[in-house]
């Protein structure tokens, strides 16, 4: 069959460079967006020897498609470009209320795979509809990609000591998704924004679990982040102080970091429209039944991502490190909870008052 494409169309492929696919994605609100070409990158043995020592802890997904990762072309067949968006979650600081846990940043609101992900779909079908026979693949986190890397490739931004990607204007503190696809956009010249961390190594000393281990370097088995979200199991009781306040997630190395002092708020409504918020108290998680009720409360939050038992045993010894006596009560109820789990850190979190 002829190609649907008219000369003028093609010619338009040929055109779409970066200016172009900002401004046709502008009604999407992405705060940045780079562009790369779908290559497969060396192999990075880095990768491999992250895996070796075991610090990606219990995720064992991460051991599965390594080589994928850096092949976009496994997610998508006949991939040629790669569309990197950048959506920022920032928000200022606000005080903790008493008796409430953490929440890091980028929970406070709906979900970001929900949030960015609705706008990647809705602008992959747009683009479907300029580009018949073109083919368009969106992704947020979830696939086997390694979007930081990318990220780089795409003009973005530098890797900081902390693991994280660094954009010039907005530091650390926004999510990556990606549209992969078989369109060729234009070869792009990169504008430099090389900028790196130089002798700083304020997020390694900052780590209150030393899971920084070197520079560029994290065991995610020790990082807050993993501890309080990922983990299903108990949480090592060496490292239980040290999560201090934080109920979900952790902050500390992206608040510490000097890129990051004058980033602009988030415009985006999905995560100024609170879910979480900045604290979650303590009582009310203590309270909560079930898995059923749990799902119930959290809806649509990324706070469901550690599930009822997971935010109640984080609840747990949250409240022990901030030292909430009018707690004891409910910790006892817990401490005799059929779920092992609960139990153990409610019993835990008793001897420490
Ligand atoms: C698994 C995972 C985690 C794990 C492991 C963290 C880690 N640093 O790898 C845990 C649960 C701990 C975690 C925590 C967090 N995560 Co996370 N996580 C992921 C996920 C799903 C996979 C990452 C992965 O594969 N890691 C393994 C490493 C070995 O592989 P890699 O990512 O390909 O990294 C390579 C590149 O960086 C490459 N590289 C490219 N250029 C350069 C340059 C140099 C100099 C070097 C050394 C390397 C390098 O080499 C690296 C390997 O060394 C990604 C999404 C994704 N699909 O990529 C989100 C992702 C990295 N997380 C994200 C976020 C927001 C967080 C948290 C901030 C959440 C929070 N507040 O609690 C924390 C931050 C913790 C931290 N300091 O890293 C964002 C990061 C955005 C950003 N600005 O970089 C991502 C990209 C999700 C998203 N779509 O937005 N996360
Ligand atoms: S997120 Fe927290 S625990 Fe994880 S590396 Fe950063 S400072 Fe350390
Ligand atoms: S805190 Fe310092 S070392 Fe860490 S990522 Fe930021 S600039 Fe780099």
């Known amino acids: 069959m002829a190609s649907n ?34 290559k497969t990158l060396p192999e990075n043995p880095r990768v491999q020897n992250w895996i070796n020592k075991g610090y990606h802890a219990d995720m064992l997904y991460l051991e599965k498609n390594v080589d994928k990762r850096l092949c976009p072309e496994s997610l998508l067949p006949g991939a040629k470009s790669m569309v990197v968006v950048g959506l920022n979650y920032y928000q200022p600081s606000c005080c903790l209320e008493k008796g409430h846990g953490r929440v890091s ?19 992959s079908i747009a683009l ?23 990220a780089v490739l795409s003009g973005l931004g530098f890797i900081g000591k902390n693991n994280l990607l ?22 792009e010249t990169q504008e430099s924004i090389h900028k790196e961390c130089g002798e700083c190594t ?26 309080t979200i990922e983990n299903k199991g108990p949480i090592p009781e060496e490292l239980r102080e040290k999560i201090g306040d934080c109920l979900f997630g952790c902050d500390i190395c992206q608040i510490v970091c ?17 879910k979480a918020g900045p604290g979650q108290s ?23 991502r550690a599930r009822w038992h997971g935010l109640v045993r984080n ?25 092992p789990i609960i139990a153990e850190h409610a019993s835990w979190a008793l001897k420490k008052f």
């Open 5 to 38: 494409f008219g000369n003028a169309e093609k010619s338009e492929r040929k055109l779409m460079n970066k200016a172009d696919v900002v401004s046709f994605l502008y009604p999407y609100s992405f705060d940045f967006i780079g562009i790369s070409k779908a």
């Open 105 to 123: 940043r980028y929970a406070w609101g709906r979900d970001y795979h929900k949030a960015l992900g609705n706008k990647l779909k809705a602008a």
């Open 128 to 150: 479907e509809q300029k580009f018949p026979g073109e083919r368009f693949r969106w992704s947020v986190d979830a696939t086997p990609l390694s979007e930081r890397s990318y």
């Open 166 to 187: 660094i954009h010039k204007e907005y530091g650390s503190w926004f999510f990556l998704g990606e549209i992969i696809t078989t369109l060729d956009l234009a070869e």
């Open 202 to 227: 304020l997020c390694l000393s900052s780590c209150p679990t030393k899971a920084l281990v070197r520079p560029w370097e994290i065991n995610a088995a020790r990082c807050i982040s993993y501890l």
């Open 258 to 274: 000097p890129y990051n002092k004058k980033v602009p708020a988030t415009k985006e409504p999905d995560f100024l429209h609170h």
């Open 282 to 304: 303590l009582e009310k998680i203590l309270q909560i039944p079930s898995e059923e009720e749990f799902i119930k409360i959290y809806a649509g939050s990324p706070l469901q």
């Open 315 to 339: 609840a747990c010894v949250v409240a022990a490190n901030i030292k909430s006596l009018d707690l004891i009560p409910l910790l006892q109820k817990k401490s005799q909870d059929p779920y």
